[in-house]
């Protein structure tokens, strides 16, 4: 449970102690990317932006994101999120199915290639998120639809990564389709 302790000068504010911890953690997480982005150089490329761009960019919505947890958690927590439903428990199963679905992708993209290692990945990803809803199903059918549309995200996208932007992505075959 999370301990809540009267704001000093706020009358009847309370802070939320696990709420403002965790948005203390997003603006550590914040700096550290911060921190990282001052040793990637700035030098502008294509369109007057450096690589160094997108993590300052991330960096600082995270900041902002920070800010606002704190703030939420200070000024009296998160207001809208009811009773709790179980959900502070976790869904393990879910979770390992995801898991698994990213670190299998992780460890197969470049032996399998980018398409099947992500179609793999949206299948397992689908059946945890479906574990979740309590939508659960492992028949043959559900796991070929599921792998179907799963290479019909990926081909699209490893094809324009791959032909449009010359951005290399481990392919399964040496000519560039697949």
Sequence with gaps: MSQTLPVAGSGESRLNQTQALLGLGVLA???????????????AGYAGV??????????GLLALCGGFLVWEAASGGFRAMGEPDGAERGDWKAFGWVSAAILLNAGLITSIGFILSCALCFVLAVRGFK????????????????????????????????????????????????
Aim: hydrophobic share 55%; no cysteine; charged share 10%.
């Design 29 to 43: 997480v914040a700096g550290v990317l911060a921190w990282g982005a001052t040793s990637i150089p700035s030098n």
């Design 50 to 59: 450096g690589p160094n761009f997108l993590p300052w960019v991330v960096s």
């Design 131 to 178: 574990l979740a809803e309590g939508r659960f199903d492992l028949s043959l059918r559900a796991w070929v639809q599921d792998a179907l549309i799963g290479m019909a995200i990926s081909a699209p996208v490893y094809w324009m990564f791959t032909k449009a932007l010359a951005i290399s992505l481990p392919g399964l075959t040496q000519t560039g389709w697949l």
